[in-house]
């Protein structure tokens, strides 16, 4: 264990992540299509905690509106990838010609990538004004934004086909492709985390005006982790929306945000790993609990689960399961730390 | 097409709406003012106080006022086992605790309601009295409308003379403006949080009651919007004020309701989106809403 950790950080990493796709090779070829779904789904949400943990757990910025950056993803990956012989039959704008022409459709790769930088734009120019807010006000107005986009993705009829949603989308969204994401996602993060901006973002959680009095200029880099964090909310909603193969304005609500809120909090806020752990945890719970649930008939047990788990932990382990090392351990010699 | 009766019409659906949002905003400001938090169960209790009137009343088919009684003290009680269960423990930890400990009472609430009723709404028959026509110049409304507007001035008065005059509303001010101070002067605080929660709570069973009956319509996850609201009235209002907390709420209602009224049809989808535009303006201009007093937002 101690040589373990006196490993350099990138050698441990790179031991992770093959250790993570050998066990995902194994799982892939021996495991049934039921619990495959239930893997992907882990990964995919696992994306979105991780992404949401940057604001939330790291910079100290509460914010409730990760359900509208996956809205914006979800919704500008499936207009760019889906097939052209489709487009008319579902109502769906062809693409301009600076996008490909009407001809066209985009790959995967690609969609997916210019999802995240429509949501990571939505999120400079939602984030410059909400911001400057501090605590419940930037909660409140992220929850705002949230319902905005999903009144919008219920109202451009044109774009998103309203209420009724995109059916049909083409399932491009595997096993690999979701947890490639990932490691990249938490790649990103950690290295963000052991940056000077990272520092800097952790000073900002700490004690904004004592980080401002360090030259730090708060606004920067909580933008700076807002956009990145919208980002990859943006990329798990592209990957949701070729997973799941349909997309309703609806889904992407309150209840996903609280969703993806509660997996931050179990697993354990502002630590890397604890966004997936509180992931596999909800979501599999949901699984096991799902047949209970519909076989007898007693609708809205899951969520109180999630509910009374989340008060639980709130009230006795505020901290999280992965939680209680702290970050700052790492970054400050041992003897200066008080 | 915007004849005078029609804006009579439309602003009398407002001030309706207003009144409910007040109601909301008051329960929420009290408690907002000590704790310092968005205490999105609020919006439960109005969805706790829909069904047990609606439990009482249909299902059981007792008295009116008995049913309205009822939900007055299941909310009350409620929101004084929400003090005690959920709050109390984080109390002067970080705020943001209390916040997202508020969202899991919500979910837990909505989802106890969603079990023991069925997850579709239920249509709402208040007694007949309540749902008579009348007809002033052509602004048609029910008397539910004068019921709602009339007891909602009431609660708002006494509550007003409550905080001005007695002892309990003195030491609640207090702690709003400190709770350490109120402390030192020998205020219990924890009592005064709990008669805040008690209050606010029946208050906000009694508007699911109006809610129902305005509407027509009851459902497990009809409380969200209306608490949310309620908040975006308190900030509007300008935190920290009582009177705000209330004129916030009659100033929502009516823009909400202009607004669908007056906007194009294609708009009437936009509502929600409406307010909390809304919302974020103010936020932006005027943080200290319309008589808050100055505080870092």
């Known amino acids: 264990m101690r040589r373990w950790a006196s490993l350099p950080g990138g050698v441990r990493f790179l031991i992770g992540v093959a250790a993570l796709f050998l066990a995902l090779f194994i799982a892939n070829s021996t495991l049934n299509r039921y619990v495959l779904h239930v893997i992907i789904l882990i990964g995919i949400y696992s994306v979105a905690t991780t992404s949401l943990n940057l604001t939330n757990g790291y910079t100290g910025l509460f914010s409730l509106g990760h359900a509208g950056f996956m809205a914006v993803g979800a919704y500008v990956a499936t207009l760019l990838t889906f097939p052209v012989r489709l487009r008319i039959a579902y109502n769906l704008p062809l693409l301009p010609s600076f996008l490909g022409g009407p001809e066209y459709h985009w790959p995967f790769l690609p969609a997916l990538i210019v999802g995240g930088a429509v949501a990571a734009i939505a999120a400079l120019l939602v984030g410059a004004p909400v911001l400057r807010l501090r605590g419940h006000y930037l909660s409140v107005a992220s929850l705002g934004f949230m319902v905005i986009i999903t009144t919008l993705a219920k109202g451009l009829k044109d774009l998103t086909r309203g209420a009724a949603g995109i059916q049909a989308i083409p399932r491009y969204t595997n096993i690999w492709w979701v947890y490639a994401w990932l490691v990249v996602t938490i790649y990103v993060i950690w290295r963000l985390l052991n940056s000077s901006y990272g520092r800097a973002m952790l000073a900002i959680r700490e004690s904004e005006t004592a980080a401002q009095s360090q030259g730090i200029h708060p606004m920067r880099y909580k933008l700076l982790s807002f956009v990145i964090g919208a980002f990859f909310a943006g990329i798990a909603g592209g990957l949701y929306a070729h997973f799941a193969r349909s997309i309703r304005p609806y889904e992407f609500s309150f209840y996903m945000t609280f969703h993806i809120v509660i997996m931050l909090i179990i697993g354990g806020a502002g630590t890397l790993l604890g966004p997936t752990l509180g992931a596999a945890i909800v979501v599999a719970l949901k699984y096991v609990l799902k047949p209970v649930e519909e076989g007898l008939g007693i609708y809205g047990l899951v969520e109180l689960i999630y509910a009374l788990m989340l008060i639980g932990v709130m009230l006795w382990r505020p901290e999280g399961i992965a939680g209680g090392v702290n970050p700052l351990r790492y970054l400050i010699p041992r003897k200066e730390r008080r | ?297």
């Open chain 2, 1 to 297: 097409m915007f004849t005078a009766t029609y804006v009579g019409q439309q602003l009398l659906n407002g001030v309706v709406l207003g009144s409910m949002y007040a109601l909301l905003a008051l329960g929420m400001t009290v408690v907002y003012g000590i704790l310092r938090l968005i205490n999105f169960a609020h919006g439960a209790l109005v969805t706790v106080g829909a069904f047990t009137f609606f439990g009482i009343f249909v299902v059981l088919g007792w008295p009116f006022a008995l049913a309205l009684a009822a939900a007055l003290v299941v909310g009350g009680i409620m929101g004084f086992l929400l003090d005690l269960v959920g709050y109390r423990k984080l109390r002067g930890g970080p705020e943001v605790s209390l916040l997202i400990t508020s969202l899991g009472i919500y979910i837990l609430l909505e989802n106890f309601i969603k079990l023991l009723a069925t997850p579709q709404p239920y249509a709402f028959r208040p007694p007949a009295f309540l749902v008579q026509l009348h007809n002033v110049g052509g602004v048609a409304f029910r008397t539910v409308d004068i019921f709602i507007v009339l007891v909602s001035v009431l609660i708002m008065t006494a509550f007003a003379l409550f905080v001005k005059h007695t002892k309990l509303g003195i030491a609640m001010r207090a702690t709003a403006e400190s709770v350490e101070a109120a402390q030192l002067v020998g205020i219990g605080v924890n009592q005064v949080v709990a008669v805040a929660f008690v209050l606010g709570s029946a208050v906000a069973a009694i508007t699911g009651f109006m809610w129902g009956a305005k509407y027509g319509q009851i459902s497990y996850d009809m409380g969200f919007m209306a608490g949310v609201k309620a908040f975006v009235a308190i900030v509007i209002g300008g935190i920290g004020s009582i009177p705000g907390a209330m004129i916030g709420g009659f100033v929502l209602g009516l823009v909400e309701t202009l607004a669908v009224g007056f906007l194009p049809p294609g708009f009437a989808e936009y509502r929600d989106a409406i307010v909390f535009t809304l919302l974020i303006l103010v936020l932006l201009f005027k943080p200290t809403g319309i008589m808050g007093r100055k505080e870092a937002v």
